[in-house]
Structure formats: structure tokens, C-alpha cells
């Protein structure tokens, strides 16, 4: 049996999907909060069970008669850690043996603030004592949906990275990855390095918006606080400024892109080219 929590978000129903069209539906698990949303994913044959972070008893049952389990990273910021907490001991508790984790790029190494709780929760998982794998995700591609959004309509991507590059790919990939390793094996105690082949710039991201839009877009880069100022006055929460800012000084400063080929091994296939993940922004964009 496999368990994949966080089964209604983005990232889960890829997962989910995929696994369905790999092995039989009922040998799947999506673990939700809110049963109703996953109707579709019912609607394919997979079990699904009620599991809150926050309510422990929810992920005693949700586990139950688990081998392997995919724990999604919480979206809760700040909550990480008790609630992935929770989720492990009720995966000791339930005999899992074999715990997929989603953390972020270069997690015990990387500056940017969402990596601590990363680090911290891949600390939780080594210390249980199940047999782990660690899926070092960088950035999603469909991060920047409504910067292109923008950029159509101003014809300007707004950014403070400076030259830097980023190893972004669609969720699709990644969701790929964690399908392999959840059917595959030899994957126990791996840790693996998440991103594209081919790092990318905002400069490379205008470029290929401009020439497949066929409208001008270029990319401005301003300094950290102007940015910062900018995405305030446009409305955005003082939290979220500061987490996209940051990703762009990660970016400069080469801590979300990686060489070491991990997500192209995993996929037994190259990494969505940019040039295809614009494509499909731009698709989503009507």
C-alpha cells in the first residue's frame, strides 16, 4: 500500500494520477483533509482516508496497512516541523516502512528561509529510524504563473536575481520522480538533488515568454527593496515579499539550481525544457 498525503494539492494529485496509471488504484492511498475535494481521485479507484497534520488520530488511521508513504510537505509555513512530526510517529506507529519526503534544494545547506523547517523535518525522519528517501525539490515552474500573467500585460518581468539562474521545472517532473521512487527500488537512505538540466535566468525566462507570446517582454532587475517595495504595493501579505524576495537572492546566489542530474536519472528521461514549461503557462493563461 502506498500513502500519499497532501493527495488534493497540486504537487499530491499529480502524484496520485500517476501512480494510478502505474500500479493498481486500490493499492493507493490519498491521504486528504477534506474528502470532498478528492471525488475525482475516488472516482479512479484509490482509498481515500481523512488525515490532518493536526489531528494526529487522522494519521494513525489514514497509515494504516501503509508500506510506503509520501509525505507532501506541509503549505502551513511555520507549522512544518510539529505537524510533520506528528505525521512520523504515526507512520513508526503504523509499521511504514518506507518514508518519501519532499524537502527543498540543498536543504542542510541553502540559506533561504524555507529551509530550515525542511532541514529540521528530515532531521525528525533519520532520527525515527524508518528507512527514508529525501526529494530535494527546487522551484516549480508554476510559481511564476502570474508573473507572466504580468508580463504580458506590461510587458516586464520584475525580479531581483540579477544574472542568477534557477533549475525550475514543472510539478509534473518532480511528481514523476517521487512515482518512481515510490514504485521503484534501491531508493532507501537516498537523498536526491531536485532540478532541471539546464538552469535557467529571468533574462532566459523573458526571452522565451516574449518569443512564444510573440509580445515583448524583457526582465527588470531591481534591487532587493525596491522589489520588496513593489510587491507590497501590489498587495501582496509582508510574508509572502519576503519569501519571494529571498528565492530571488537564492537565486543570485546559485542556491536553486543544481548539477547533479538526479531529477533526469529519475525520470529516465530529460527535464522539461523552458522553452516547453512557458508553453504550458502560457496555456494555462488562456
Same mark, same amino acid.
Given at each position: 500500500?502506498?500513502?500519499?498525503? %497532501?493527495?488534493? $494539492?497540486?504537487? %499530491? #494529485? ?24 478528492? *471525488? ?8 481515500? #482516508? ?14 494504516? $496497512? ?12 511555520? +507549522? #512544518? @516541523? ?10 513508526? *506507529?503504523?509499521?511504514?516502512?518506507? &518514508?518519501?519526503?519532499?524537502? @527543498? ?33 527546487? =522551484? !516549480? ?5 502570474? /508573473? ?10 520584475? %525580479? ?7 533549475? %525550475? ?7 514523476? *520522480? ?13 537523498? !536526491?538533488?531536485? *532540478?532541471?538540466?539546464?538552469? =535557467? ?10 518569443? &512564444? ?5 524583457? !526582465? +527588470? ?29 537564492? &537565486? /543570485? ?10 531529477? #533526469? ?20 493563461? $488562456?
Amino acid at each position: 500500500m502506498i500513502v500519499v498525503t %497532501g493527495a488534493t $494539492g497540486h504537487l %499530491g #494529485r499529480l502524484v496520485v494520477e500517476a501512480l494510478a496509471r502505474k500500479v493498481p488504484a486500490e493499492e493507493i492511498v490519498a491521504a486528504v483533509r477534506t474528502p470532498e475535494k478528492a *471525488a475525482d481521485l475516488a472516482a479512479l479507484g484509490v482509498q481515500v #482516508r481523512v488525515a490532518d497534520y493536526d489531528q494526529p488520530s487522522t494519521l494513525a488511521e489514514a497509515f494504516a $496497512g501503509a508500506e510506503k508513504l509520501l509525505l507532501v510537505s506541509s503549505s502551513e509555513v511555520g +507549522q #512544518r @516541523v510539529p505537524q510533520h512530526t506528528a505525521a512520523v510517529e504515526a507512520a513508526k *506507529a503504523a509499521g511504514v516502512a518506507h &518514508i518519501v519526503y519532499t524537502s @527543498v534544494l540543498s536543504a542542510d545547506t541553502t540559506a533561504i528561509v524555507l529551509a530550515p523547517e525542511h532541514k529540521a523535518t528530515e532531521e525528525v525522519i533519520r532520527d525515527s529510524g524508518i528507512p527514508f528517501t529525501f526529494l530535494r525539490n527546487g =522551484w !516549480y515552474t508554476e510559481n511564476y504563473e502570474q /508573473a507572466v500573467a504580468q508580463a504580458l500585460a506590461t510587458g516586464a518581468i520584475l %525580479g531581483s536575481a540579477g544574472e542568477g539562474k534557477l533549475g %525550475g521545472v514543472p510539478r509534473a517532473d518532480y511528481a514523476g *520522480a517521487a512515482v518512481e521512487v515510490l514504485t521503484g527500488t534501491g531508493h532507501e537512505n537516498k537523498v !536526491y538533488e531536485l *532540478a532541471a538540466d539546464e538552469a =535557467w535566468s529571468y533574462a532566459d525566462f523573458a526571452e522565451a515568454i516574449a518569443r &512564444i507570446s510573440g509580445k515583448p517582454v524583457a !526582465y +527588470q532587475n531591481v534591487p532587493a527593496e525596491q522589489h520588496r517595495s513593489i510587491l507590497l504595493g501590489a498587495g501582496l501579505p509582508e510574508f509572502v515579499a519576503d519569501m519571494l524576495v529571498d528565492a530571488d537572492r537564492a &537565486i /543570485a546566489d546559485g542556491e536553486l539550481a543544481s548539477d547533479s542530474g538526479d531529477l #533526469r536519472t529519475l525520470l529516465g528521461r530529460p527535464t522539461t525544457s523552458l522553452d516547453d514549461a512557458v508553453t504550458s503557462l502560457l496555456k494555462n493563461l $488562456g
